[in-house]
């Protein structure tokens, strides 16, 4: 038994909450009205937003751990796999290999070092402290950079061509 849509609201596809081709579907449907959707309002509305913040938020309050209209299942599973490849390999297209060489990519490699070590150091203490049981998987997660998010609000604004997105695009690339 399939339910229709209510306004803008929508609601379960099957009754009781089975299992099913229908809450696959759901999901995937809100997921790509809030993809499709977002950029528009943004536009429409003239906001001095980049697209990542709103699409993380209609995320943080559609999940599972929200209104519960996006259900993390395989095919929500496969949608994300393949978005963090493509936002992963989106990212990878605007490194240059000149940002490695040179001052920014010593300072980066220096920087990703120094932040290797203090994060074992950090690690370590948690584990003593039985807060944590893999140091090396919560160390490595604390060297890791922001880029692929923080990426498109630096490209939008023009500031990956200056000085400073030489030294973003190494430290990131490094952290990654």
């Not at 809100?30 to 509305?45: D, M, N, Q, S």
């Not at 980049?50 to 496969?78: F, K, N, Y």
């Not at 150091?121 to 049981?133: D, E, P, Y």
């Not at 061509?161 to 695009?169: A, H, I, K, Q, R």
Request: include cysteine.
């Amino acid at each position: 038994m399939i339910h229709g849509y209510s306004g803008m609201i929508i609601q379960p596809l099957l009754v009781s909450g089975e299992a099913g081709l229908g809450l696959d579907l759901q999901s995937l449907l809100v997921i790509t009205l809030v993809a499709a959707l977002t950029p528009l309002v943004v536009g429409l509305l003239n906001l001095k937003v980049v697209e990542v913040a709103p699409l993380l938020l209609a995320g943080t309050l559609l999940g599972p751990h929200g209104l519960q209209w996006i259900r993390v299942d395989d095919a929500v599973t496969l949608l994300s796999e393949l978005g963090l490849g493509f936002l992963f390999f989106s990212a990878g297209m605007e490194l240059r290999p000149a940002a490695m060489g040179g001052r920014s990519g010593r300072l980066a490699c220096v920087g990703w070092v120094a932040s290797a070590l203090l994060a074992l150091v950090m690690a370590s203490a948690l584990h003593l402290s039985s807060l944590i049981s893999d140091v090396l998987g919560i160390a490595i997660a604390m060297t890791s950079t922001g880029l692929g998010t923080l990426l498109p609000m630096l490209r939008d604004r023009g500031e990956l061509e200056g000085p400073l997105g030489s030294y973003f695009l190494a430290a990131g690339a490094m952290g990654e």
